[in-house]
């Protein structure tokens, strides 16, 4: 039977003795290959490969619909830079079967519903621009399109529901228009209007309050920041002028068009947005990011401007190429370059643009931070001759508008150009940032310069980083990261405590035990207290003194060292720093012994949270005290802040997931049971008993460590609030401009709290509205969690 299938299909013999042997499995990898692999470079023309797979789809639907159905949904979701390729190759089909066209259709809503469900809204995006372009493959009749776009607007008439819902189906409408918006206006000019209409009135009542959150600049020279639903609302009032005519994307089903014309089309089944519920999770808004205009490359073709809808379709289809390939930086790097049309635009401008859109979007970029840095490597081994002088371009507009960039933005900003210097030698110009040495040293400039030789010693050593700039930055160099032993000068005999530091050291290098330390340590007096107060109520912080410098001193060798050091004696650690001031006082001293190497302070920060010597409050109280005032606008300081906070969170998330899985195994346990009919509730209660208690005890630590995670960030909010608090009233005492760059820095930090942590702070939003950003507070400080606040209203 199937070999008399195949027969009858003339596909030629090789075909045919391929697919007699072929198991069904081998088929369908072959079919998905084939759909996959349709509009990348071949030596054949894209029309005549899309005529070709149609065919073989087509002949193949009798055995594998379900297959090829399932592949070209996902294809819509997954591979939207490829969407008219898609779209004609279904309009192919349509033609051929107009049962397998509605069969699709009904299969598109189907997963459009799905991930709207599962808060997919990405995707969801993608699905409703390839269904409206089926409307130009005649697929789809353009009123019932139509109709699903009213019901999409309708939802901004919709009461106590959140912004954000409205402004993401706004969204999935006006970002369809460039693809359909001709075709629509011509079949349903009227219905188009009102819908536009209902649209403009929506934005000019949205409230806009957390724009200045999501902005990468807080100042709009030369490019202003747009939000995103202004700028595309503005791209299709152009559109719209410009009798929806557009230049940019490819449309293979204009080929076909004597073909596709004669097809039977589908209605569109009526749709109707699910509602909003507790659990739906829309995407924030966002700021589009502007970098280039036409004046940057005067010699190149023209780059299209910010209010022409050419702009959004390119900028949409290289954020989607970075969307489906990024986790293979050579392929990513290569299908950015050879992208359609490549030789009408700027290319290299708007793969840099977008590639630092992506890096500096806030509140995160959509990949990790790294795979940037990684990508514009890739790219500049490509294309050696011409995109590092872009590069070289934009790195240098950065550095022009550090000013006025957001302090998160130049955190990404430094660890990009870091890691991006130290694949290629650490070769830099920077004669010509010569002009941060005439700055004070606050200043953005000459501090984003000195964080960048922090980083350069990070990825090589002190000497290689002092080489590669000019002597006269010297002042911005990093200090060499020796460590600081106070007891090993003979000239600090007279410190107390220098006596039983000597004896230490031999007892460590003797391998003593944690007793024998503690032993060396009982007679050391505590400074802190009087002779007749009971020793037991206080820590002994000259006794933490002798013990961590001592350590450490000996453990400077390496971080392995150090880490072994820790682990060791980490009994004495708990035995000397059992209040919360010991711990803090721990973290002190290791400060002291450590200053001058930033990260051996990052990462013993760290292993001392992970060995539970100090907890993640010790060390927010500890990065807001007075010792600390000095490094506290330092990189590395917040480094360590938003590190405790995740492993904070981390910790939080394990108990809860143990707690679930406790949970499904009682579940499991019943279910069981009751599916074997077991009557005897004593066996029962005997066989749930231990599972019942390990419950109670991880609700018991959940509860707990839900308690430390919300008083974490009471600590912290509380701490910010008391420093900017106290530098606005000295401020505004003395009559001095608040303004200064180090209250810019603790602001724009307070925000980095708010965004990066958003999910997990969400939680504890009522707590902190009552306890900490009342009405009483200075409007400088509530401003940032109204606008917080705002990004999910």
């Not at 920041?225 to 202004?230: A, G, H, P």
């Not at 790195?395 to 890691?419: A, G, K, P, Q, V």
């Not at 310069?449 to 990093?478: G, N, W």
Request: one cysteine or more; glycine letters at 2%.
């Amino acid at each position: 039977m199937s070999r008399r299938r195949h027969s009858d299909q003339n596909d030629g013999g090789q075909r045919h003795k391929r697919r007699r042997t072929s198991e069904p499995s081998e088929i369908e990898d072959r079919l998905e290959s084939l759909i996959c692999r349709v509009g990348e470079k071949s030596s054949s023309s894209l029309e005549s490969n899309l005529e070709g797979l149609a065919g073989v789809l087509e002949a193949d639907l009798p055995n594998y619909k379900s297959k090829i159905l399932r592949l070209l949904c996902t294809v819509a979701r997954l591979l939207p830079e490829k969407l008219t390729v898609y779209t004609t190759l279904v309009g192919l089909l349509n033609a051929r079967n107009y049962n397998f066209g509605g069969e699709f259709v009904e299969a598109m809503i189907r997963q459009l519903k799905e991930c709207l469900k599962v808060n997919m809204y990405n995707e969801a995006v993608y699905l409703v621009r390839f269904l409206s372009d089926l409307v130009n493959c005649h697929v789809i009749a353009a009123p019932s399109m139509v109709a699903m776009f009213e019901n999409f607007v309708g939802v901004t008439q919709e009461e106590d529901v959140p912004q954000v819902r409205c402004d993401w189906y706004v969204y999935a409408f006006l970002s369809s228009l460039p693809w359909v918006g001709k075709e629509l206006y011509e079949k349903k000019d009227a219905e188009m209007d009102r819908i536009l209409s209902h649209v403009e009135n929506y934005l000019k009542r949205r409230q806009k309050i957390h724009v200045p959150m999501l902005q990468v600049w807080s100042a709009d020279q030369p490019h202003p920041q747009e939000e995103y639903l202004d700028c595309l609302w503005a791209q299709v009032q152009k559109l719209k002028k410009d009798h929806w005519q557009e230049r940019h994307i490819p449309r293979p089903y204009l080929a076909f068009d004597n073909v596709l014309c004669e097809a039977l089309q589908h209605n569109l089944p009526p749709f109707t947005p699910p509602p909003n519920t507790e659990d739906s999770a829309y995407p924030m808004p966002r700021v589009i990011f502007r970098m280039f205009d036409y004046t940057d490359d005067p010699e190149g073709p023209v780059m299209p401007g910010s209010h022409s809808v050419e702009r959004f379709v390119i900028e949409e289809n290289l954020h989607c190429i970075i969307k489906s390939h990024w986790k293979e930086r050579k392929t990513c790097a290569a299908q950015l370059l050879s992208y359609p049309g490549k030789n009408k635009i700027p290319l290299n401008y708007h793969i840099v643009e977008v590639i630092f859109a992506e890096l500096f979007q806030l509140p995160v970029p959509p990949r990790t931070e790294v795979m940037y840095t990684t990508l514009l490597i890739e790219l500049c081994k490509l294309q050696p001759g011409s995109l590092p002088q872009v590069l070289a371009q934009a790195t240098e507009m950065l550095y022009m508008r550090l000013d006025t960039m957001n302090t998160t933005c130049i955190d990404r900003f430094i660890n990009w150009f870091s890691h991006h210097l130290s694949n290629f030698q650490f070769r830099w110009s920077w004669e010509d940032w010569s002009d941060c040495l005439t700055h004070d040293l606050d200043k953005p400039k000459p501090k984003f310069v000195k964080e960048v030789l922090e980083k350069c010693m990070r990825l090589s050593y002190h000497q290689r980083t002092v080489d590669i700039v000019p002597a006269t930055f010297s002042v911005l160099l990093p200090a060499n990261p020796a460590c600081i032993y106070k007891y090993g000068d003979e000239s600090n005999k007279s410190l107390p405590g220098y006596n039983a530091a000597l004896c230490l050291n031999i007892a460590v290098k003797n391998k003593a035990s944690n007793e024998e330390i503690l032993t060396i340590l009982k007679d050391v007096p505590n400074p802190n207290q009087d002779d007749d107060d009971d020793e037991g109520f206080s820590f002994n912080p000259l006794k933490i003194e002798i013990f961590v410098q001592t350590l450490l001193h000996l453990a400077a060798k390496s971080f392995s060292h150090s880490f072994s050091a820790l682990g060791k004696f980490r009994e004495v650690f708990k035995a000397l720093a059992e209040s919360d001031e010991g711990k803090l006082h721990v973290l002190r001293v290791m400060y002291d012994v450590w200053k001058n190497h930033p990260q051996m302070i990052a990462v013993l920060v760290d292993k001392m949270i992970r060995t539970q010597i100090v907890d993640c409050a010790a060390v927010a109280n500890w990065i807001f005290s007075p010792e600390l005032a000095h490094d506290f606008t330092r990189f590395y300081i917040w480094e360590i802040l938003h590190s405790t906070i995740r492993k904070m969170n981390k910790h939080v998330v394990m108990i809860q997931k143990e707690l679930e899985e406790a949970k499904a195994r009682l579940a499991k346990q019943h279910k069981r049971r009751d599916s074997d009919d077991d009557d005897d509730d004593r066996s029962s209660d005997r066989e749930d008993r231990p599972l019942e208690e390990q419950i109670e005890r991880l609700q018991e630590k959940v509860e707990s460590a839900q308690s430390e995670q919300k008083n974490l960030f009471l600590v912290i909010f509380q701490r910010f609030i008391m420093i900017l608090t106290e530098h606005l009233v000295r401020c505004e005492t003395g009559g001095i401009d608040a303004n200064t760059p180090w209250y810019k820095n603790c602001i724009e930090r307070l925000q980095q709290i708010f965004l990066q942590h958003h999910q997990t702070i969400q939680q504890y939003m009522v707590t902190l509205e009552n306890l900490l950003f009342t009405a009483e507070l200075d409007h400088h400080i509530l401003a940032v969690f109204q606008q917080f606040c705002a990004l999910q209203a």
